[in-house]
């Protein structure tokens, strides 16, 4: 499997972004997926995950009530909503799928295949 991230960009604080992440594999729409960021100097970091149905997703508490994650499994996608932008939000951001297992899973060493990430930059 192999995931294709796209969507990030040059955003000023408050605005918003849509981040997808294309999976090419017979087998997506049996996966736990998610998105990590990683800025610079800090270690990667979960933002959230989603079911292979999308009936259950997870926030870190930090991005709750801005993004959003979501799937559609007709056309091997998972997106990341992204509202009201903070500087802080500024990251390389990585699609991940897990094999094992129909769920998500907070650590990235549960995950087996990632994205080449994108990077969002948002100015103050």
């Known amino acids: 499997v192999q995931l294709q991230a796209s969507g990030g960009g040059l955003v000023q604080a408050g605005g918003s972004l849509r981040l997808s992440c294309a999976a090419s594999?017979?087998?997506?729409?049996?996966?736990?997926m998610a998105w990590f960021r990683q800025a610079p100097g800090k270690e990667r970091e979960i933002v959230a995950g989603?079911?292979?149905?999308?009936?259950?997703?997870y926030y870190v508490d930090s991005v709750k009530g801005r993004f959003t994650i979501s799937r559609d499994n007709a056309k091997d996608t998972v997106y990341l909503q992204m509202n009201g932008l903070k500087p802080e939000d500024t990251a390389v951001y990585y699609c991940?799928?897990?094999?094992?297992?129909?769920?998500?899973?907070?650590?990235?060493?549960?995950?087996?295949?990632w994205g080449q990430g994108t990077l969002v930059t948002v100015s103050s």
């Open positions: 991940a799928g897990a094999r094992v297992g129909t769920t998500y899973y907070i650590r990235e060493n549960d995950y087996d295949y």
């Open positions: 594999g017979r087998t997506f729409s049996t996966y736990g």
């Open positions: 989603i079911s292979w149905s999308g009936s259950s997703t």
